[in-house]
């Protein structure tokens, strides 16, 4: 029976740390300052803009949130960055995800100051990443959270075989590029890949990002695999699930980790530790 990883324990002890941080940069009269552009009222984002804006003021975080109206246009979002950008007083900048059609959303993430670069999709930072550079370097959070659980519950990556299921640039690919950097054998399968089965039961370490509820059963996972599940999925009776199939593939992996309570909790934790390093790293 597989090992539980408690993502919402962990998140609130990389919090602890962090609000620890932040009391002392305050008191050397740093106060790290992340702000978050919401465009449009998409219901699932404005939770997770009101619980980033919670969670940085209860870590002693400046957070302010700009809200802009679903009908805003490209150019209106790109001079609003432009504008935070040049702004000493802010750290950190982070636009959420999705926006509305009539943006561009590679283009948002480009304008946004790699230096200033709360989500770690900068390209700059992306491709600092791909190059195995990771001095002063901004992370997709998601990732990173995942990294996170792997060094505390020890899972060793070098030299293991690694699928990520999931080409995302949000999750897939810098998942892939962490993974790397330790040393694992990595594989990205998505949607167009052939005999996905064979490759995901290769996996001693497999991270699932298809946003297809239950796509992974027991029958395709490796005996004694670490399986991490990236899905935020709805189940036939509208309740919160994951890509992967829990109660099965809880029986045969050796860590495992729950959805809700696993890597989402992590996201929210690690934008507040970047936006606590980005801040550092501007002075
Ligand atoms: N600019 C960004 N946009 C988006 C990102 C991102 O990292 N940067 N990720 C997601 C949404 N997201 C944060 O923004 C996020 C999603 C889920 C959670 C979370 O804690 N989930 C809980 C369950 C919550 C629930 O009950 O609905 C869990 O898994 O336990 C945190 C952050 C898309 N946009």
Same mark, same amino acid.
């Given at each position: ?23 002392? $940069? ?46 805003? @246009?490209?150019?209106? $979002? ?9 702004? &000493? ?8 995800? /999705? ?23 900068? /390209? ?6 791909? @190059? ?96 991490? !599940?990236?899905? =935020? !999925?709805? !189940?036939?009776?509208? &309740? $919160? ?9 809880? @029986? ?5 980790? /729950? ?5 989402? /909790? =992590?996201?929210?934790?690690? $934008? ?12």
């Amino acid at each position: 029976m597989a090992m539980i990883i408690n993502g919402r324990e962990l998140a609130n002890e990389i919090d602890g740390q962090t609000k620890i941080e932040v009391e002392k $940069l305050s008191h050397e009269g740093l106060i790290p300052h992340l702000v978050v552009i919401l465009v449009g009222e998409d219901e699932a984002s404005q939770i997770y803009v009101r619980n980033k804006h919670k969670r940085a003021e209860s870590l002693g975080i400046k957070s302010t949130i700009i809200r802009m109206p679903v009908n805003s @246009s490209e150019e209106e $979002l790109l001079i609003k960055i432009s504008d935070l950008n040049k702004d &000493k007083d802010v750290h950190a900048i982070l636009v959420q995800l /999705p926006l509305p059609e009539q943006i561009n959303e590679q283009r948002i993430i480009e304008a946004i100051s790699p230096n200033k670069d709360a989500d770690g999709f900068s /390209p700059i930072n992306v491709g600092k990443l791909s @190059s195995g550079e990771t001095y002063h370097l901004p992370i997709a959070c998601t990732p990173m959270g995942i990294m996170e659980m792997f060094k505390k519950y020890s899972i060793d990556l070098d030299g293991k075989n690694a699928v990520v299921v999931g080409r995302s640039n949000i999750v897939g690919k810098p998942m892939a590029n962490l993974l790397l950097n330790e040393n694992a054998t990595v594989t990205i399968a998505h949607s167009h890949t052939k005999n996905i089965t064979n490759i995901i039961k290769q996996a001693d370490i497999l991270v699932v990002a298809t946003g297809i509820a239950h796509f992974i059963k027991k029958d395709q996972v490796k005996i004694g695999a670490t399986v991490i !599940d990236v899905g =935020m !999925d709805r !189940d036939e009776n509208g &309740k $919160l699930t994951g890509d992967v199939d829990f109660e099965g593939v809880k @029986s045969i992996a050796s860590f495992i980790t /729950p959805v809700p309570k696993g890597v989402g /909790p =992590m996201t929210i934790s690690m $934008l507040m530790k970047q936006t606590v390093n980005l801040a550092k790293w501007s002075i």
